[in-house]
């Protein structure tokens, strides 16, 4: 292999880290910038409540959830279900918009039906065909969480004001199969 060659599968390489990073990390990265209109992530410590929540193929129990205007609240998203989940608060029309840059990034091979890549060079780029860095990274959402088969994470989440939320599963098709629920604020 030429030595230019070899340079650029390395810079290829970094990018993929890069952007698989970015897709692994997106509650991680949370910070005041991060903050939505009706609330932000918070420090599992800040928590004033834990509210446990399992998945499965494809549902969500509970299936509601109330909360307080102001309260912060630490999810612990279990999947007992086979297939890679997601745990999102938004409004619909968030879940919505979501929906479509998951099937995205299923679609390059960023994301399978039982898991994210956590291996870079796994990542098939020649998939990756009319799509920006710029769009992948937009895959940084501090309001959702993955979860992989078995595996169980967390979401601390600061409800700042009463909105019309959904907890919901944007994996392509889990939503319309039932994976979602309802945020309600107590008066
Ligand atoms: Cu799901």
Redesign the pocket.
């Known amino acids: 292999m030429s030595r230019a060659r070899s340079r650029a599968l390395r810079v290829s390489l970094r990018l993929s880290t890069v952007l698989a990073t970015a897709v692994l990390a997106g509650a991680a990265l949370a910070g005041p910038d991060h903050r939505l209109p009706f609330g932000e992530p918070a420090k599992a410590k800040q928590a004033t409540r834990t509210v446990t929540i399992t ?1 499965r193929d ?1 549902e969500f129990e509970p299936d509601k959830v109330t909360v307080k205007a102001g309260e912060i609240v630490r999810f612990v998203v279990v999947n007992k279900g086979e ?1 890679l ?2 745990f999102s608060i938004g409004t619909a029309a968030m879940h919505a918009e979501h929906q479509a840059e998951m099937a995205m990034l299923m679609e390059h091979g960023v994301l399978t039906p039982t898991s994210f890549i956590s291996d870079p060079s796994k990542i098939d780029h020649s998939k990756m065909g009319g799509m920006s860095m710029d769009e992948m990274m937009k895959h940084d959402h501090p309001n959702s969480v993955l979860v992989e088969p078995g595996k169980t994470a967390e979401l601390v989440w600061k409800f700042s004001k009463a909105t019309e939320l959904e907890f919901a ?1 944007n ?1 392509p098709g ?1 939503y319309e199969a039932g ?1 979602v629920g309802k945020i309600t604020f107590a008066k």
């Open positions: 998945m494809n297939l989940h997601e599963c994996v889990h994976m």
